[in-house]
């Protein structure tokens, strides 16, 4: 049986973003930006697709996000949550996505099924990337949340109860729930 607990402890977390490169982003320094892409790209990927289970609707997110960060970094009040505001923007325009798609025809639903297959090519490990594309499948939505904002950007159970506004024993028990899920459904693989 596969150790999904291991798989997780083992999963590169994301690099902290200073304050500091959002406040020279804020200056104009674009390379500023392309640093906060590289360190919360793989995180912020997961993250999205966990909500929208779509690999072009999480990429048209990230761009609308990454466009986002780049214009209101002048709003941007320090306070060593980076990628807690990072991520607040991401889910922001996850949500106006959903609100704009809830009015498209039913012929859209049926073209992400056909092409309902997640794409973490960002994630080298084989092991990772099945794990990924397990919890996409079996977890519901908050505990893919959850597991992916702890095993992919790094986040401790404190931050995710901060974040989605939840009781830190409810955090930890989804969390482990969700684990327990993936050891199972991994487990029957072999």
């Not at 997961?46 to 999480?58: F, I, P, R």
């Not at 780049?70 to 607040?88: Q, V």
């Amino acid at each position: 049986m596969i150790n999904v607990s291991m798989l997780i402890a083992d999963f590169p977390g994301q690099e902290e973003i200073a304050d500091e490169l959002i406040f020279s982003l804020a200056k104009g320094n674009r390379e500023a930006l392309k640093i906060i892409y590289e360190k919360s790209i793989n995180a912020l990927y997961a993250y999205v697709l966990s909500l929208t289970k779509n690999k072009y609707d999480t990429e048209d997110v990230l761009q609308e996000t990454y466009v986002s960060i780049a214009e209101n970094a002048a709003s941007y009040h320090g306070g060593n949550k980076a990628m807690a505001w990072i991520f607040r923007i991401a889910r922001n325009f996850t949500l106006m996505h959903f609100r704009k798609e809830k009015n498209k025809d039913s012929i859209h639903e049926v073209e992400e099924a056909v092409d309902a297959k997640y794409s973490f090519s960002f994630v080298e490990n084989a092991d990772h990337r099945m794990l990924l594309e397990s919890a996409m499948e079996i977890l519901e939505e908050e505990e893919r949340q959850i597991l992916f904002l702890h095993a992919v950007a790094g986040w401790k159970n404190r931050e995710i109860a901060e974040y989605l506004g939840k009781n830190l024993n409810t955090v930890l028990s989804k969390y482990q729930r969700s684990i327990k899920k993936l050891q199972e459904h991994l487990g029957k693989d072999e």
